[in-house]
């Protein structure tokens, strides 16, 4: 039959029925049974195989006798027992599927072929999902016909409804972001199936969104998993089939992608839709992301170089029973298998402390699985390597349980071990049964004397629910079945671990660990954290995984720690071991899967990924640190130039009153100290210095004690219009200036701008090098600037200083400068018999008169002004001009002075403002 003909009876036939009106059944008029159907009155496909009120495949023809004329667009008689079929001409305007599987058990696997038209005639039926037909009677029409066109399915999709409309039809399915992602395997090797998505790994909504707070992107994640999401099958109903397909098309891990296009059918059975390939070995995976781990990650990585560090781990080692038959391995094949790989893997990882779940809860008896365990852990590692914490009868009512193991060497018990068996705890509601496995609690002391406790647990699953009347509203639409209970479990546990000190070490510092079968953002895990825990892995929120279910990745498996704890700074880093989750539920101890898939490696170990945190103790407190800013205004010099700089302790607090020197280093590499100020925010500080040296110019600032706290560098321009730059010294000489305490040379004299006038470095002053110039004439020269009237306020502190310098910074620089650190003054003391006395303030600023018998000099006749030189005294000694709020020049020895200071000289300054911040 050529497609016309096809399409023809196919038009015929459907005209006829809505021209007609008369329904397949029994004749509405006379009861009698209807006519049997007929290649030559078939019925159209898209009448049987519709999209229902869920947006799923569905039919109103469930259970009546059809014959169907179309296209046999694939046949798997040899896997599924079934062929597709679908109508020979593609009608974009029927919103209904054109496609339909025809279930064949009794034919021969070659009883049709890819391109006949085929006349099908049988009973309209639905099995797990799909429209069907069964009890087939076929008839082959004429081979070798077009098939119809494959449609473009490219997902995600916009809406589910777009997949039942091509349920059972021909498609080329791709991904928009151009490549389909391997997002869950486990039933690889019993169905041969792939959970695949078109944008990456698909992520449980309550592991990213709050569903209290955030419910609307909850329900959007869920609804774009879905509209992502299709299973890849294998054409075949077979279970556990030999080889496992898709590893040998290079999908042996989760996250393995695959950019060719896949051609198939569209088909919906076992509440998936799904697509089985017409052309696998065309299929293709690479997995250049995600490949199998080289070994357990490096939790210590970040340490300090001098602390203890211990490592705790949570490992669920699914059903690790020695009694056979049970929850466990059947047999003792099965269970040496399991051993190997759960020793592998605790041994590889090479954890302190281990909490384990899902033992058998046979502890005390002569087989204990626990006892079996460590007997086989020191057998590798070496005798006494490991120990378990004593648990001398079962613990609860469960066959599972909680357990921890330890490395004797490198932590010790300590206390009591103890059991969460309250009623609170392991049945919260009051159900007719224990809900939660108790915690297992163990205080564990390092070698540094730092005690912290260790507490397992497992809550109550997901899965049967805890609904009942008297407990409504237990299991939650988004959260899972029993999500009251655990919740309430997780407050009873944190309150045991907080109030009633359990371990009897009074030891504060605790962390919970252990299958909490909650998800990240779920109340239970809520709960912990409201209470004052820390969850460990939150900066690698949909990142990292424990464990998948339905294609969704999220963390069910946790460690959590109180806030001291947190506070101590004692977890270095926290990280998921991705040995378990990624691989093939092919790979385990399960007697059905094939031998040639199995080995005793760590990988497929359990169906948890283990969670290894690492701890520092014994680390020595952290250093202050400087960091800073960019210089106020332009770099010059030949004037004050000011840098601010923040310090904070090792723990980002601003560290206050610091005792603090800032060593300025020149371009020519001479070294002098500048003048540091405490400003009004906690930990802020200034350094203030000048120069006549241009270029690379470090600043570096050290505390009391002579640390380094942080250094920044800068290029120092020459002021404009003076030419100045680097000091001319000449074919190997020394910088101009003459002699100086450095290997005999003279200091350079530097000089800032403040008030209109230069101000020459007095020796040992607050921007001089360290330890330069006689203390006395140091300590005067300061107590002299101390009293100015016109020192500004955010000059560097002295003692004694008027107007808002602290105390805690006067004492400090007193301190600092050798000086008794008292309260603050506002004139120095009387200088003792013979010494320098404190100079008078002049009732006539613009004038000074020379009191050894000198004429008064006005200072606008003698052309003192911005940027003028320094005078010259009547005994031809030059001496420096004052700078109003700067330090003043030590006294001038001289006949005419005999011990007296030189009187302050030039115009009062209006008190510079601070500049905005």
């Known amino acids: 039959m050529s497609r016309r003909r096809l399409a023809a009876v196919l038009a015929i036939s459907l005209v006829a029925s809505l021209v007609l009106a008369v329904p397949v059944g029994a004749d509405e008029h006379t009861g009698d049974p209807p006519e049997e159907p007929t290649c030559d009155d078939p019925t159209p496909i898209h009448e049987i195989n519709s999209v229902g009120d869920e947006g799923l495949p569905s039919s109103d023809m469930v259970g009546d006798d059809v014959a169907v004329v179309g296209v046999v667009t694939a046949s798997f008689l040899d896997g599924l027992d079934a062929f597709f079929v679908q109508e020979p001409e593609l009608d974009p305007a029927i919103e209904d599927s054109q496609g339909v599987m025809a279930y064949a058990p009794a034919e021969d696997d070659d009883a049709v072929a890819v391109g006949d038209a085929v006349c099908v005639t049988g009973t309209v039926g639905e099995f797990a999902g799909t429209v069907q037909l069964g009890w087939i009677d076929l008839e082959v029409l004429e081979a070798d016909q077009d098939l119809p066109e494959a449609v473009d399915l490219e997902m995600p999709v916009d809406d589910r409804t777009e997949l039942a409309r091509l349920a059972g039809m021909r498609v080329d399915l791709t991904s928009a972001e151009g490549a389909m992602t391997v997002t869950q395997n486990y039933f690889q090797g019993r169905f041969g199936e792939l959970d695949l998505s078109a944008t990456g790994r698909l992520w449980n909504p309550t592991e990213l969104y709050d569903p209290h707070t955030e419910l609307d992107l909850v329900q959007q994640e869920r609804e774009d998993n879905l509209n992502s ?31 060719d296009v896949i051609e198939g059918i569209t088909h919906y059975q076992h509440g998936n839709y799904r697509i089985q390939p017409t052309a696998p070995d065309d299929i293709t995976f690479t997995n250049e992301d995600n490949p199998r781990p080289d070994g357990p990650p490096d939790v210590l990585a970040d340490a300090h170089p001098e602390a203890e560090t211990v490592t705790v781990a949570g490992f669920n080692v699914l059903n690790y029973f020695t009694t056979l038959g049970s929850r466990g391995a059947v047999s003792e094949e099965e269970f040496e298998l399991q051993a190997a790989k759960i020793v592998n893997a605790i041994t590889t990882m090479d954890a302190d402390v281990v909490g384990l779940m899902e033992m058998e809860n046979n502890f005390g008896t002569d087989d204990a699985a626990i006892d079996d365990l460590v007997e086989r852990l020191n057998a590798e590692a070496g005798a006494g390597t490991y120990d378990y914490v004593g648990q001398d009868e079962p613990i609860g009512n469960d066959e599972i349980s909680n357990a921890l193991i330890n490395q004797p060497e490198e932590v010790t018990p300590v206390g009591v071990p103890a059991v969460s068996d ?4 392991v049945n919260p509601r009051g159900a007719d049964q224990e809900r939660n496995r108790p915690a297992v609690t163990q205080a564990f002391e390092t070698h540094t004397g730092d005690v912290f406790v260790a507490a397992v647990n497992h809550l109550k699953s997901k899965g049967s629910p805890c609904d009942e009347p008297g407990n409504e509203g237990d299991d939650d639409e988004w959260q899972g079945n029993c999500n009251g ?43 912990i954290l409201d209470a004052g825990y820390h969850d460990t892995l939150a900066d690698q929120l949909g990142e990292v995984y424990t464990y998948v279910f339905d294609g969704e990745h999220g963390r069910l498996d946790h460690s959590l720690v109180s806030d001291e704890m947190a506070e101590r700074g004692r977890i270095v880093d926290t990280a998921v071991w991705h040995i378990n989750v990624d691989e093939p539920a092919a790979f385990d101890y399960r007697r059905w899967n094939n031998p040639e898939d199995q080995d005793e490696s760590e990988f497929r170990s359990s169906d948890h990924d283990p969670i290894i945190m690492g701890l520092q103790f014994g680390v020595p407190e952290p250093e202050a640190e400087a960091a800073f800013d960019d210089p106020r205004g332009r770099a010059m010099t030949g004037r004050t130039n000011i840098v601010p700089f923040t310090v904070t302790d090792g723990h980002d607090d601003p560290v206050v009153g610091a005792e603090l020197t800032v060593e300025v280093e020149t371009s020519d590499g001479e070294i002098t100290e500048a ?13 203030q210095f000048s120069t006549d040296v241009a270029g690379t110019t470090t600043l570096t600032v ?6 380094e706290l942080g250094s920044t560098t800068f290029e120092l321009e020459p002021r404009p219009g003076t030419g100045r730059g680097a000091p001319d010294r000449g074919p190997g000489g020394p910088p101009s200036g003459g002699p100086g305490p450095r290997g005999g040379e003279r200091p350079r004299q530097r000089r800032g701008r403040r008030g209109g006038q230069h101000l020459p470095r007095a020796a040992g002053g607050g921007s001089g090098p360290r330890a330069r110039g006689d203390p006395a004439a140091v300590g005067a020269a300061r107590r002299a600037a101390v009293d100015h009237p016109h020192r500004p306020r955010h000059r560097a502190p002295v003692v004694g200083a008027a107007g808002g310098i602290p105390d805690r910074v006067a004492g400090a620089t007193a301190r600092r400068m050798g000086l008794p650190a008292g309260p603050r003054q506002h004139r120095p003391p009387p200088a003792p018999h013979g010494g320098a006395r404190p100079a008078r303030r002049d009732p006539c600023p613009r004038r000074v008169r020379r009191r050894a018998g000198g004429p008064s000099v006005d200072l606008h006749r003698v052309g003192v002004t911005q940027g003028a030189g320094p005078r010259q005294d009547p005994g031809g000694a030059q001496r420096p001009q004052h700078q109003p709020g700067g330090a003043r020049p030590p006294a001038v020895a001289g006949p005419a002075l005999r011990g007296r200071q030189q009187p302050a000289v030039g115009r009062p300054q209006p008190r510079p403002q601070r500049p905005d911040r």
Do not use: C
Not at 238 to 259: D, F, K
Not at 497 to 523: F, H, K, R
Not at 702 to 707: E, P, Q, R, V
């Open 702 to 707: 050290f505390d009391a004690d002579g640390n």
């Open 422 to 425: 309250q009623e609170p705890m």
């Open 675 to 687: 003048r540091v100020a405490e400003r009004d925010e906690p930990g802020e500080y200034h350094a």
């Open 485 to 527: 209970t655990r919740t309430d479990s997780a407050e009873e546990l944190v309150r045991w671990l907080e109030e009633d000190d359990p371990t009897g070490t009074g030891a504060d510092e605790i962390a919970v660990i252990g299958d909490i079968n909650a998800y990240g953002q779920e109340d239970p895990i809520r709960a």
């Open 229 to 259: 999401w299709i299973k890849l099958d294998d054409g075949s109903s077979e279970q556990n089939p030999t080889p496992t397909p898709w590893l040998a098309n290079g999908a042996e891990r989760a996250g393995a992608q695959t950019g």
